[in-house]
């Protein structure tokens, strides 16, 4: 799958070169998505989270592992909004909104009168708010559902990025099957800013787009602040 980019490609950094060249080779493992709705740990099992480091480069919000009942227990922090359950702040929507429901976990503890998701109609798409992206923030993961039975029902997954200089791109992580996803589970452990160098900071936003057919539930999208 093709990446696009803002020219000129002559003032690309090494840092977000990197950071292309290692999602985009990440991308086609990715996009084979999970046999069944369990995650497998890598091998070894998911290694727990060192402490927090003294000095960040980005700032990192409240920690907590929200996905340690599927084996993965790193910790993270969620994306401003990420919940659905209170103000969006920041989150641009295209043919989709927020509805009542949620992952059936509540892992962000939403009250559940109050509980709430993000429905993308199919050909939809929703951009995350802005935040600061260093290495130290390997990956990201959140919950999802697909609405829906239409065998080509698929959530495009991407990371969009602008350095200090200007230079900015959308690269794609991975592409998940309606097929996989008829019932709640959690995403796949997704790269974010693994390839980029030490000291290397990027503004990212994370971009789900629906294929047109079925819409997609989203719910408690996480970022883990840690490198390994």
Same mark, same amino acid.
């Given at each position: ?12 950094? &090494?840092?977000? @070169? ?15 998505? *999970? ?26 919000? @409240? ?6 009942? +599927?084996?993965?227990? #790193? ?14 702040? !920041? ?18 503890? @939403? =009250?559940? =009168? ?9 050909? !939809? ?9 260093? /290495? #130290? +923030?390997?990956?990201?993961? +959140? ?7 239409? *065998? ?11 350095? &200090? ?5 959308? $690269? ?16 796949? $452990?997704?790269?974010? !800013?693994?390839?980029?160098?030490? !000291? &290397?900071?990027?503004? &990212?936003?994370?971009?789900? /787009? ?14 883990? =602040?840690?490198?390994?």
């Amino acid at each position: 799958m093709p990446y696009i980019i803002n020219r000129p490609l002559r003032r690309w950094l &090494a840092a977000p @070169a990197a950071f292309l060249a290692l999602l985009v080779a990440a991308a086609p493992a990715a996009a084979m998505g *999970p046999a069944h709705r369990h995650v497998i740990p890598p091998r070894g099992g998911f290694p727990a989270s060192p402490q927090a480091p003294s000095a960040s480069t980005c700032p990192v919000g @409240a920690l907590s592992q929200p996905f340690s009942q +599927f084996g993965d227990l #790193a910790q993270y922090f969620p994306v401003h909004g990420g919940s659905f359950s209170g103000l969006l702040g !920041g989150w641009s929507l295209t043919r989709g909104s927020v509805v009542a429901g949620g992952d059936p976990w509540n892992v962000a503890n @939403a =009250p559940a =009168p109050d509980q709430r998701m993000l429905q993308i109609a199919g050909g !939809g798409e929703a951009v995350s708010p802005t935040f600061c992206m260093s /290495n #130290a +923030f390997p990956s990201w993961r +959140f919950f999802l559902q697909s609405v829906g039975s239409s *065998p080509a029902s698929a959530l495009n997954v991407w990371v969009q990025w602008t350095d &200090a200089q200007g230079n900015s791109g959308r $690269v794609p992580v991975t592409a998940l099957a309606g097929t996989a996803y008829s019932s709640w589970a959690p995403s796949p $452990v997704l790269i974010a !800013g693994a390839g980029l160098a030490d !000291g &290397a900071t990027v503004n &990212a936003q994370l971009v789900f /787009n629906a294929m047109p057919g079925d819409a997609w539930n989203v719910d408690d999208v996480y970022v883990d =602040p840690y490198s390994r």
